[in-house]
């Protein structure tokens, strides 16, 4: 026969079975939710460290004192002709170009603000290089606001002109094509030098082993990649990660 307490006891597990349920997976859901901010947080600090290593080359080693000197050699020059216009535009554009390189402790930015650097870049070889350099630049309209890692494009751009323009008399081919497949981004950077840039480019942090580990930290969950290609007329490089908004982040 079935007592008072029996039956009391029967209902108070039968309320407290669910509550008891419910806590748990709650319990189980705010655990999970630590661990995934714990593995984003440490993602996070490995993105910055690397972030900072590409800095620290991008401020030691690309800005080099030839570069410097040339650079300020190719302003004067416009002073010295008093080409004054020319020598405005281009001492703005040096600014902008610093200012850039000092300022830029992001872990990400939009490819609408690499390009601006990679623009600001490529005025001041052009006062270096004059009519020698022929450069040419494409991209889908509607991929300005996606992110990608600083220095991806400008690392790429930079090696062109130290490993091979500079080394090779005659005319420099520089072209830069950014499209959007599907859901991913396609950079692609290609110059008219046949020679082989590979030992410069996976040296240290400099070139693309960085720009690989910190596009596999930025997207963990995608897949990236980054390709030297050394082809009969030229060398190209292809980098494709996810394409991805601010927002989302």
Known sequence: MLTVEVFSLSIMIAVLAPLLGAFTLLFLFIFEKRIDLLEKQKREIALERELQKALYNQLNQEIQPHFLFNTLNSILSLARLERKTELIR??????????????TNNTYITIEDELNYVNYY?????????????????????????????FLIQTIVEN???HAFEKVIGEAFLKISIEKKHQEIHITVWNNSVENHEEFSY?????????TKRLDLLFPNSETSVQLI????????????????????
């Open 90 to 103: 281009s001492i703005e554009t040096l600014s902008k170009l610093l200012k850039f390189k000092y300022q």
């Open 122 to 150: 490529l005025e001041i070889q052009k006062i270096r290089f004059r009519e020698r350099l022929h450069y040419d630049l494409s991209f889908d309209a509607n991929i300005t606001q996606a992110i990608t890692i600083p």
């Open 160 to 162: 062109a002109f130290k």
């Open 203 to 211: 040296k240290s942090g400099l070139g693309l082993e960085n720009i």
């Open 230 to 249: 050394n082809e009969a007329d030229g060398t190209r490089v292809l980098a494709i990660f996810p394409f991805m908004l601010n927002l989302e982040i």
